[in-house]
């Protein structure tokens, strides 16, 4: 029989495998690549690590499409302390996905103009360049139109906090974070000067919270108990 330990442990590794397709995609490339406010260097980067912007895209997409499985067993692991704010949870999380997978679009699109193959002639490489530095930016400011929906990690940490089978801590690290991803979306477009600050003071919920929440489920897993049977 299925029970929450176990469920718990399958949601860990599901979030895992989440944050470390994240992490690479979203994080890892694009310091390695992206030179801000320079976009011949930055073409420069990519064209001589190709593979690795490739693997970058290929990375944000399975991390888009695997985090369908994710709230699929935070759900089973959750939804029976509160259908409405699990069902919530994923609504909001659901919503991400095809954000994050039109957002790759712009990645495509710069390197389809780096490679200048079948491009018109109309446009010579410094016009390349500066076209594909912009679908870069676009691409980063993608995700901070997309985390307005750390929402999600709302009612996330509300069901955990209520459980009684996780540390109730781990429910508020959570709601901090959701507070994080609401700060990282907001500043840039209302306040851009206060970006970088609110950014650090953001990262602390951030590298607390969803890393936390990973762990436990991955190490600890949940208090052992029969999970609730389906509603037919």
């Known amino acids: ?70 709230l699929w067993a935070l759900y089973r692991l959750l939804g029976g302390v509160n259908k409405t704010h699990a069902s919530l949870m994923v609504i909001l999380g659901l919503v991400f996905v095809p954000i994050m997978l039109v957002n790759a679009l712009n990645e495509i699109a710069a390197l389809t103009l780096l490679g200048g193959a079948d491009f018109p002639s109309v446009f010579d490489q410094p016009q390349r360049e500066a076209l594909a530095m912009l679908f870069l930016d676009l691409h980063r400011y993608g995700f901070v139109v997309g985390w307005i929906l750390g929402l999600w990690l709302f009612p996330f940490g509300v069901l955990v906090f209520k459980s009684g089978f996780l540390p109730r ?14 700060a990282d979306s907001l500043t840039p477009l209302l306040l851009p000067s206060y970006e970088n600050l609110v950014g650090r003071l953001a990262a602390i919920p951030l590298t607390l919270g969803e890393p936390a ?14 999970l609730p049977a389906k509603a037919s």
């Open 213 to 226: 929440m990973i762990l436990w489920l991955l190490i600890m897993g949940a208090k052992d108990q029969p």
């Open 1 to 70: 029989m299925n029970s929450t330990k176990n469920t718990a442990r399958l949601a860990g590794v599901l979030y895992l495998v989440n944050a470390v397709t994240g992490f690479f995609s979203i994080v890892y490339v694009p310091s390695r690549l992206v030179v801000a406010g320079n976009a011949a260097a930055t073409a420069r980067n990519i064209l001589a690590s190709e593979r690795l912007f490739r693997a970058g895209i290929v990375s944000e997409l399975i991390c888009a499409a695997e985090f369908i499985f994710v």
């Open 169 to 182: 801590i781990l429910g508020v690290l959570l709601i901090a974070a959701g507070f994080g991803y609401l």
